[in-house]
């Protein structure tokens, strides 16, 4: 019997080191790193550090942890249904999803300072609340942040999971247990779902740390312009996909630019064309001068970039923190002698992160929940830098490093977290005084969102989502915090509001987004009645119109 003589031929593509101690074919990769070509198999498992069925455990337990501590947030007694006299963010953004589902478009009804992906996201709990109350309609948007924050995390261990366990050990990890996410979780923001959208767009776009082509990169496009139909930062990932894309203008780079506009046109489209200059106005415009004049200092910026604003020994090593995470990763990209180029993505999520964190020292403002974006790609370039740096030889030890670290870390989560939730009962207080249905300014939108007063049935109420936005645009572009002169037109648009409501809520922190000028204090005075609540950590002022 003739035998056979042919050989099993060796893989062309580029090598990728995978963390497991082997090294593999980047799936679908040529000489160039490219996709679309057969895919090289790789050698199994050197160790229990290898199998592919940890590296998904592992992505499940971290995301269920992460999950598990952000719950914990909302566990707390007044957390999930109740706000803070701090919490503004709140009411801006369900407040949009609010009065939209009640006929009020933004841009042209009121101000709205991002695009509309946010309120038409949360929609159909601002509906569903029509029934159950706009109390309980934060309370979902509350657990909907944990949903996205745990999508995050299983999002990036996906996208890395073809490196093996130590990165995705590490990428999962940082993401999880990164303290500003606790914050976000009490609050409604836009990065956890600008971060969803922005890495469901990664995951189609790599695969297995290449690039993809055609209808694969048209469609992460859209996902990616609907990230930034949510939040305008995802032209930051944009662009650096597109600029790895130029070697292929029509596989490549044609079809995620396309695709890119479609995502953020399709939802974005219909307002801008019902209100073109006050959709400019609001997202673009109002943006620059919005972060006045008052300069977040440098190391407040890296302290919380890096996660360690609630490590207290760590607090003054921002800068040195900051410059040995840039070394670590520009020495792993680098480091060729034993290791394979970089892959696609491993540029990607480095220069992504570098321009991310670049852009957060520019603004005169920086606040915690913005780290959130930033956390992700730098998570990611970090694991990748560690895994390079460190080699094959030392991953099980590495592996049980981080493991410990992470274990502390969500213990050390789990301490702190009860001591920063003090909700004061302004909610309590708004409920008791102010009737169902009634018109009501505040400065403060979440406090009547949470009190189920937000919505009136009066037909002439003003609307009214964010008050510090509407300062903004209807007066000088600075924040009232910045002083100097308040413009007339801007007196006149709250004195115009005030002037058809029944009550008017101010907190200690009205003056940044109510001017209190002698017209409206003096309006105030002649005809509303003075209530004053005071709490453990605040004091709200309640103003009854007098019918006599």
């Given at each position: ?90 009411g801006?953004?369900?407040g ?17 300072m991002?695009?509309p ?27 909907l ?7 995050d ?40 779902l ?5 890495l ?27 990230a ?12 650096v996909?597109?600029?790895l ?57 890296l ?38 180029r ?10 992504t992160?570098?321009?991310?964190g ?191």
């Amino acid at each position: 019997m003739p035998v056979s003589t042919r050989r099993r031929s060796a893989p062309s593509g580029p090598l990728e080191h995978t963390g497991t101690g082997q090294r593999r074919q980047d799936p679908g990769a040529g000489a160039d790193g490219d996709a679309g070509h057969p895919a090289g198999v790789s050698a199994p498992a050197a160790g229990w550090w290898g199998s592919d069925r940890l590296v998904g455990s592992t992505i499940l337990v971290v995301t269920v942890v992460g999950a598990a501590v952000s719950l914990v947030q909302l566990s707390h007694p007044g957390v999930l249904f109740g706000v803070s006299t701090s919490d503004f963010d709140t009411g801006s953004y369900f407040g949009a999803a609010v009065l939209l589902v009640h006929g009020h478009l933004p841009y042209r009804s009121f101000v709205l300072m991002h695009p509309p992906g946010m309120a038409l996201v949360l929609s159909p709990v601002a509906a569903l609340s029509s029934m159950t109350g706009t109390g309980d309609g934060i309370a979902i948007c509350r657990l909907l942040m944990v949903g996205f924050v745990a999508a995050d995390i299983f999002l990036v261990g996906r996208l890395v999971r073809h490196k093996g366990l130590l990165v995705t050990l590490i990428a999962c990890s940082v993401v999880a247990l990164q303290p500003d996410v606790f914050t976000i979780v009490r609050s409604v923001e836009l990065e956890p779902l600008l971060v969803l959208f922005c890495l469901l767009g990664a995951n189609v776009v790599f695969r297995q740390g290449a690039m993809t082509e055609g209808r694969a990169m048209a469609l992460g496009g859209v996902l990616f312009g609907l990230a930034g139909a949510v939040k305008v930062w995802a032209v930051l990932p944009v662009l650096v996909v597109a600029l790895l894309s130029v070697s292929k203008l029509r596989r490549r780079l044609a079809p995620f630019v396309a695709g890119a506009a479609g995502g953020f046109l399709v939802p974005s489209l219909p307002f801008m064309a019902l209100a073109p200059a006050a959709f400019f106005r609001d997202v673009v415009t109002a943006q620059v001068g919005r972060f006045g004049t008052h300069r977040t200092p440098l190391v407040t910026r890296l302290v919380s970039m890096m996660g360690l604003h609630d490590l207290r020994a760590l607090r003054s090593l921002g800068v040195p923190m900051a410059v040995v995470f840039v070394l670590l990763v520009l020495a792993g990209l680098l480091v060729r002698r034993t290791r394979p180029r970089p892959s696609s993505l491993d540029w990607f999520a480095a220069v992504t992160a570098g321009l991310i964190g670049c852009s957060f020292l520019v603004p005169e403002q920086y606040f915690g929940h913005y780290a959130d974006f930033f956390v992700p790609f730098a998570a990611i370039a970090l694991a990748v830098a560690a895994d390079r740096l460190l080699g094959p030889r030392f991953v099980p030890a590495g592996v049980v490093v981080v493991a410990v670290l992470a274990f502390f870390l969500t213990l050390d989560a789990a301490r702190y977290v009860p001591a920063s939730l003090r909700y004061p009962s302004d909610v309590a207080a708004i409920e008791a005084h102010v009737p169902s249905g009634s018109c009501v300014v505040t400065d403060n939108t979440a406090l009547t969102l949470a009190a189920d007063r937000f919505v009136s049935t009066k037909p002439h109420c003003p609307t009214i989502a964010d008050p510090f936005g509407t300062s903004v645009v209807e007066g000088s572009g600075l924040p009232l915090a910045d002083g100097g002169p308040v413009p007339r037109r801007l007196t006149a648009f709250w004195l115009g509001a005030i002037e058809r409501a029944d009550y008017v809520v101010l907190t200690p922190h009205s003056q940044l987004r109510i001017p209190a000028t002698t017209p409206i204090t003096s309006y105030l005075s002649r005809h509303f009645d003075l209530s004053t609540y005071r709490t453990r950590t605040s004091t709200i002022q309640i103003y009854t119109r007098q019918y006599r």
